[in-house]
Nanobody
Framework: QVQLVESGGGLVQPGESLRLSCVASGTIFRVNVMGWYRQTPGKERELVATISSGNTTNYADSVKGRFTISRDNAKNTVYLRMNSLKPEDTAVYYC?????????????????WGQGTQITVSS
């Protein structure tokens, strides 16, 4: 079993910063790509940023220059530093990871999601 546990959400004012963390734990051989997604009521979950095991990053246009994704492979942890937050960044943020297990002697990748953490940007 694999769990992704997020932390760091909350209420902030426009222009402020937050850092999210997400730790993957359980039976893990390797963690491949990790990422952050967000969702608001009535809308589909959308990509915020992803980072490969080799630290190649990808960002949504709406957060480029403001958000930075990083990871610590030794800790199976991904971070999202969010600067210059805007009201439109308000959403539930979800951690995502592709985790490789060893099952019956074979390597098997599976995708996992965290439980989500609320970020509200409001004055």
């Amino acid at each position: 079993q694999v769990q992704l546990v997020e932390s760091g959400g909350g209420l902030v004012q426009p222009g402020e910063s937050l850092r999210l963390s997400c730790v993957a734990s359980g039976t893990i051989f390797r963690v491949n790509v990790m990422g952050w997604y967000r969702q608001t009521p009535g809308k589909e979950r959308e990509l915020v940023a992803t980072i490969s095991s080799g630290n190649t990053t990808n960002y949504a246009d709406s957060v480029k220059g403001r958000f930075t994704i990083s990871r610590d492979n030794a800790k199976n942890t991904v971070y999202l530093r969010m600067n210059s937050l805007k009201p439109e960044d308000t959403a539930v943020y979800y951690c995502n990871a592709e985790v490789v297990h060893i099952t019956f002697g074979a390597l098997r990748p599976t995708v996992h999601w965290g439980q989500g953490t609320q970020i509200t940007v409001s004055s």
